[in-house]
């Protein structure tokens, strides 16, 4: 019951952008909330990706002022191009919503989700409100030969989702914005538990347990097949709290791309592994980054049967040292 009411969670909470739209001028403004079937939802924090950290304080750095329980961005630019997200603190995170600033021209297309079924019309403006005749593109292609004032997606079904551009001959292309369709939130039936995916595992990166704070950088991922999957997140203890990775503003790492890095300026000790939205999860590996004087070379991730392994132990200089192996403490 738990992993489910934690699916549904997941599923509807929304950013919600007003005025709803990914693209902005610059020098326009906006405001953000996190909300659930449209209401503004408790508890949550609208979350902002800029300079290779997580922004977790909405009125803080290049991070807008606080309105009530809603995030006002105002005087936009390029500072404000980045994604932004809702989170509680528990570390379950919404979808990620990127928004973008730019100075010709932009593309009008909704930030939250568009339900199937529903009319879209789609548009591209220049600074000073007006439409023109543009071309639009769809995942890179020309939709049409000719421009056209606006474009139509009448019965919006999953299969248009894409990326999605347009450019006024003349006056500039606006930056590609991705269109997301969701089903209404009664019509659909709750999604069947997902097969189970237990080939996803961890990856850590390099495949040791123990590093030296201020060393070089430690990922940990979920691959399948040697690819990130949707749907897994890495999650990890770290002093007996469990936190989605980068979750929170977590100062012990950080979520890049689709990898958990570890902030190697911080020791600690972490356990990670990979869990699906459902709950199952894969291995797990213990990871400690030390202010100690050595470390034992030891693979993070299990080792293969019949395979064979050396355990070495080195110093802050990179220098094996000769030393004496316990196991089990003898
Ligand atoms: C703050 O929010 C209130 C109502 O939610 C709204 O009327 C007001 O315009 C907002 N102020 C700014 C600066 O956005
Ligand atoms: C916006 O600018 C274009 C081109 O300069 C012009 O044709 C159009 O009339 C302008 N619209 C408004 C509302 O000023
Ligand atoms: C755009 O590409 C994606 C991924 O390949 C595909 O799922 C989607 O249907 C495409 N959208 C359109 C409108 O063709
Ligand atoms: C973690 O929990 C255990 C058992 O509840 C407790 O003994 C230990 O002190 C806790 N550690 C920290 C760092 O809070």
């Known amino acids: 019951m738990k992993t489910l009411e934690l699916l549904m ?23 953000l909330i996190c909300v659930e079937n449209g209401r503004l939802v408790e508890g949550w924090t609208v979350m902002k990706h800029g300079g290779g950290h997580n922004l977790c304080r909405p009125g803080l750095r290049d991070f807008g002022t606080m309105n009530g329980s809603s995030v006002f961005l105002s005087d936009l630019g390029d500072k404000d191009t980045s994604f932004y997200w809702c989170e509680d603190k528990d570390g379950q995170m919404s979808e990620y919503t990127t928004i973008r600033i730019e100075d010709h021209a932009i593309l009008d297309i909704p930030a939250l989700p568009v339900l199937t079924g529903s009319d879209l019309t789609l548009r591209c403006k220049m600074r000073n409100g007006s439409t023109i005749p543009a071309f639009f593109y769809i995942n890179g292609s020309l939709s049409a030969a000719e421009p056209k004032e606006e474009f139509k997606i009448s019965n919006v079904q999953k299969s248009d989702e894409g990326a999605y551009s347009c450019t006024l001959v003349t006056y500039g292309r606006s930056p590609m914005s991705f269109l997301r369709v969701r089903d209404p939130p009664s019509a659909a039936p709750p999604p069947p538990p997902p097969p189970l995916q237990l080939q996803v595992s961890l990856n850590v990166t390099p495949n040791l347990q123990q590093f030296f704070g201020r060393g070089p950088a430690v990922s940990v991922s979920c691959l399948k097949d040697g690819k990130t999957v949707e749907g897994w997140t890495v999650k990890r203890t770290i002093e007996n709290k469990t936190l989605a990775c980068g979750a929170y503003c977590s100062m012990s790492e950080r979520f890049i791309g689709s990898a958990c890095v570890l902030n190697t300026y911080m020791i600690f000790t972490g356990v990670y592994w990979c869990e699906s939205r459902t709950g199952l999860k894969s291995d797990q590996a213990t990871i400690t ?39 089990n403490n003898l």
């Open 9 to 31: 969670i997941l599923v509807h909470v929304f950013l919600n952008v007003s005025p709803n739209r990914l693209q902005f001028f610059i020098r326009e403004s906006l405001s």
């Open 289 to 327: 980054i030390t202010g100690g004087d050595l470390i034992l070379e030891i693979p993070a991730l299990p080792v293969l049967t019949g395979s064979d392994v050396t355990l070495r132990c080195r110093n802050r200089n990179g220098e094996t040292v000769s030393a004496y192996f316990f196991k």
